[in-house]
């Protein structure tokens, strides 16, 4: 290989590079027209490599060569032209300035300069960048940095993390080699361990490693050399502290690299004291922050608002928080790394208990206003809010409860926070509240508050007994504190657990005198509106499907008049099973496929499988019996995080089970057990989808006929890999290689591997970008 002009490390120094093969390419594409990019990202995200990596497939466009200056460890400023000028290899001219001897080295090449670390020398980097791009047309830039340099024409690439498995729950779908932040972890641990391998012993753990460390590549690294001394599982429990876990001292790297602490330390002495105090505050946000959040947290004492807002905006711009902008704002979050780092900088300190507080108090605030807002035109709003900021609503609990002498605060978010818990959240929602009524000891008017939620949860959970039994405990209090809302809301839901529990005359009672207190109170709302939807239900089970209907339409009226949507997605449901009892597939398939529709945004996921499973009821009876089985193997997934299904009502589990008797002699055990078995895979997304009768869309380039893992087959094809090859790269059957190699041929109606070949070249290749990181 001829050897380019430059000074780049030859390849035989440096370990191998993964991944970000298409940013690699638009970074190219972009230095045709712009002159100075910079890539911007955290210690440690892989900026360097990045760059030299572009360096290396761009030397042919440059006739001068490609140079690396790295200024890692330059402390003068004043030095900064110097390094340049030695790391170009020209000769020393002491008698010219050396900003002089630069321009006139460089001014008529044709340059790729790769400047590296420019984040502690940000004004002189930025000065000789701008006076080499007037001067030397011919040269393009690429700097690396924490913190952009804000040179007129500057390009800023922010350098993402490498892709990982998006959940936390282990290997994720299909190959964990195609996440390149576990092909890094695998290549570095088979270099520090001999014999490693990627198996399927261990793939699910490292997968889940990689996902904690969220795709960082210096803690990908020093994690996998890390594995000489640990296995994968001690690691993964260890990470808590990944600072400890992590401190493996990493010979040849340099020094801020050998440890993660290092990394991130280096990022810290580049901060003001403002900066520094708000990156220790704001670690207390587990689950990302709005600005918003971030001044309740870090606007006190030492710092101003205004202080507290330039700090978040300097951390921004020193990539110690990370910005992205959605359709509900601005949101922010730092890498845990980052955060564990602010972590060690609280704990302890004085201000550790008030950070604590005031993210409570924040989060408390929000949530009493979802509640009080939640029956109206916002509901969507609201309860999008409600699931982004959960883990931050967790961690005001946590310390409400654990830390706060007075858990009032706690409880009452626990109450506000009710729409979230009887909204799929239940076993979380569960915790919460029986917390609550366990923490207030008086009887006071929040204690009957909390009861009533603790009931409606257990309702939700399928546990009429045990709901009754607290409802039953609310009614006495609420009575005994004149709390007419509360009584209103307690008789609804008893009165819902009586239906259930098949006691019609006590339901009637309980539901028709909820509704006239609700009515002399003048307050309609999500819950009373629910209270109208379960009437409906009793008027069907009685056996009154016409009556059941109008008070179903009414409930939906009432319910657009106040603008909400959720109570009415329930008369929707109500309407649905009117369908089904009246054999009316027109009637039923409408209303529950539009409540699952909008439950979907409302992300009501004990709501979707309520509806979807009467949704099988009802392709069942029209004889649609495949659709039917795998539908429900899909809705039986969907229960899991529940409990109990259809509220534990025995006459719906009853047709539970004879439909699925029906389905199984239609089908035959194995055919009802394969759709079943085919269900069960579906993602919670694709049942609904699969409910709606719209397929969803292939994940991949819109006009490719192959699904992810046969686009990836058929690169693999015209790689010219053979089955068995295929299979041992993907870590699959080679069976199933053979099977996805069949389906390609047949899907694309060709007969040889040259022609899928082709077609692959012919960029038809789908996913050819690589999986998106987080
Ligand atoms: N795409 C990649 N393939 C292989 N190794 C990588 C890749 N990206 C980063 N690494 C490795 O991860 C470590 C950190 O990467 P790098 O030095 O590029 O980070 P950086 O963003 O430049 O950090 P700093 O801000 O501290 O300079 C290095 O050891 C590097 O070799
Ligand atoms: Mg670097």
Redesign the pocket.
């Known amino acids: 290989m001829t050897r380019h002009l430059g000074n780049l490390p030859g390849s035989e120094t ?7 093969r298409a940013m690699v390419g638009e970074i190219r594409a972009l230095l045709g027209s712009a002159r100075l990019v910079t ?1 911007l ?13 572009v360096g290396e497939t761009a030397h042919r466009a440059f006739a001068d060569g490609v140079w690396l200056v790295e200024l ?1 460890e330059l402390r003068d400023p004043a030095l900064t032209d110097h390094a340049i000028i030695d790391a170009l290899g020209v000769p020393d001219r002491s008698a010219e300035s050396s900003e002089e001897v630069l321009i006139e080295h460089l001014q008529d090449k044709s340059l790729l300069l790769v400047i ?2 420019c ?1 502690h020398l940000l004004d002189a980097c930025g000065n000789v960048i701008a006076a080499v791009l007037r001067a030397a047309p011919g040269v393009r830039i690429i700097a ?3 913190e952009a340099l804000h040179v007129p024409g500057e390009h800023v690439v922010p ?1 993402p993390p ?1 892709s990982f498995t998006s959940s936390d729950e282990g290997g994720g779908d299909g190959n964990p080699l195609r996440y ?1 932040a576990v092909e ?1 972890f695998v ?2 641990a088979a270099a520090a361990v001999r014999g490693f391998t990627l198996d399927a012993e261990n793939h699910e753990a490292i997968a889940r490693l990689c996902a904690r460390l969220e795709g ?3 803690a ?2 020093l994690a996998a050399v890390r594995l000489q001394s640990m296995g994968v599982n001690e690691m993964l429990d260890r990470l808590e502290d990944r600072f400890q876990a992590l401190s493996t001292v ?1 010979r040849g ?2 020094a ?2 050998q440890t993660l602490r290092a ?1 991130v330390e ?2 810290y002495a580049l901060c003001s004291p403002a900066e520094q105090t708000a990156w220790a505050r704001l670690s207390v946000f587990p689950g990302g922050f709005d600005l918003d959040a971030a001044l309740a947290v870090i606007g006190h004492d030492s710092l101003t608002a205004q202080e507290s807002t330039d700090a978040v905006t300097g951390l921004v711009s020193k ?1 110690v928080v990370l910005r992205q902008v959605r359709s509900a704002g601005a949101r922010y979050h730092m890498l845990e790394t980052i955060r564990q780092f602010g972590q060690e900088l609280l704990r302890g300190s004085d201000a550790e208990l008030d950070v604590g507080r005031r993210h409570m108090h924040h989060f408390a605030d929000l949530a009493a206003r979802a509640c009080h807002d939640w029956s109206g035109p916002r509901q969507r709003e609201w309860s999008s809010m409600l699931r982004r900021e959960q883990v931050n609503f967790r961690e005001a609990l946590r310390f409400g409860f654990d830390n706060d002498a007075d858990p009032s605060v706690a409880v009452r978010t626990t109450v506000d926070l009710r729409h979230l818990w009887v909204m799929g959240a239940g076993r979380e929602g569960r915790e919460w509240i029986d917390k609550a009524v366990a923490a207030l000891h008086a009887d006071t008017p929040l204690r009957a508050e909390a009861l009533w939620v603790a009931g409606w949860v257990r309702q939700v959970q399928g546990e009429p007994t045990g709901s009754s039994a607290i409802l039953t405990e609310c009614i006495d209090a609420a009575r005994r504190h004149g709390d007419q809302v509360t009584l209103a809301r307690a008789e609804l839901f008893l009165g819902v657990n009586k239906l259930i529990g098949d006691e019609l005359d006590e339901a009637e009672m309980l539901l028709s005198g909820s509704r006239a207190m609700y009515r002399s109170l003048g307050a309609e709302d999500s819950e009373s509106l629910i209270g109208l939807a379960a009437h409906g239900w009793l008027r069907l089970i009685e056996g009154d499907s016409r009556e059941a209907e109008e008070i179903a339409e009414e409930c939906r009226r009432l319910s657009r008049d106040i603008g909400e949507c959720w109570a009415a997605t329930w008369a929707l449901w109500v309407l649905g099973l009117i369908g089904w009892t009246r054999s009316d597939d027109i009637l039923a398939t409408a209303a529950l496929r539009e409540a699952i529709e909008i439950k979907r945004e409302l992300g009501d996921w004990l709501g979707i499988p309520c509806c979807v499973e009467v949704l099988v009821w009802v392709l069942a009876e029209s004889g649609q019996h495949r659709r039917a089985a795998r539908l429900m193997g899909a809705n039986r997934e969907l229960w899991v995080p529940i409990g109990q299904p259809m509220f534990g009502f025995v006459t719906y589990l009853q047709a539970h089970e004879n439909y699925t008797a029906t389905l199984r002699e239609a089908l035959g055990d194995a055919q009802f057990e394969a759709e079943h078995t085919a269900g069960s895979h579906l993602s919670p997304d694709a049942t609904v989808d699969y409910a709606l009768g719209t397929p969803r869309q292939t994940r991949t380039a819109a006009s490719s006929p192959l699904t992810r893992r046969e686009g990836q087959v058929a690169r693999l094809v015209a790689e010219g890999l053979t089955n068995r090859e295929i299979a041992e790269h993907l870590v699959i059957s080679p069976r199933t290689a053979e099977a996805h190699v069949e389906n390609i041929l047949t899907k694309l109606g060709y007969t040889s591997r040259a022609q899928i070949a082709a077609y692959v070249r012919a960029d038809h290749s789908p996913d050819s970008r690589p999986a998106q990181s987080r």
Request: no cysteine.
């Open positions: 440096v370990t191998s590079f993964v991944g970000r890539l990202g955290p210690g440690g995200m892989g900026k360097t490599r990045l760059a030299i990596r890692a590296d670390n984040e690396t940095s924490r350098v490498l390149e890094l290549q570095r960082m590549p210096l990908i690294e990493v790297a340099p801020r690299h990394a280096w990022s990539s």
